[in-house]
């Protein structure tokens, strides 16, 4: 039972990349779910949430207005859309699931592999 962050790359500062969640062996909308960002040398900062239950959904403060998390129940997905992308959102992001609505990442399980984001002209 894993979560699978995917669609990084290389993106442009002022450009957009998509980043989807996937799960193996279990229903992501039953879970909070959890956008996570490393930078090297760092710990996992949260980045956004989506609730279980009403979608409610919560951004870090140097997100708000640039990223959107959505999820798509009928394909067991979880996307974070990622616009007018800056040189500091340049890290190694993570999606991981939570019985409970924290921005904590301890508070967070079945965490799977990370997805690079690059920010470079």
């Known amino acids: 039972v894993q979560l699978q962050a995917f669609g990084g790359g290389l993106v442009q500062p002022g450009g957009s990349l998509r980043l989807s969640c996937a799960a193996s062996g279990f229903t992501l909308h039953y879970y909070a779910i959890g956008w996570f960002r490393q930078d090297p040398g760092n710990e996992h900062k949260v980045v956004s949430l989506?609730?279980?239950?009403?979608?409610?959904?919560y951004y870090e403060d140097s997100v708000k207005g640039r990223f959107t998390v959505s999820r798509d129940n009928s394909k067991n997905m979880v996307y974070l859309q990622m616009n007018n992308v800056k040189p500091e959102d340049a890290a190694v992001y993570y999606c991981a699931a939570s019985w409970l609505w924290s921005v904590y990442p301890s508070h967070y399980d079945n965490w799977g592999r990370g997805t690079l984001v690059t920010v470079s002209s």
């Open positions: 989506i609730s279980s239950k009403d979608d409610t959904t």
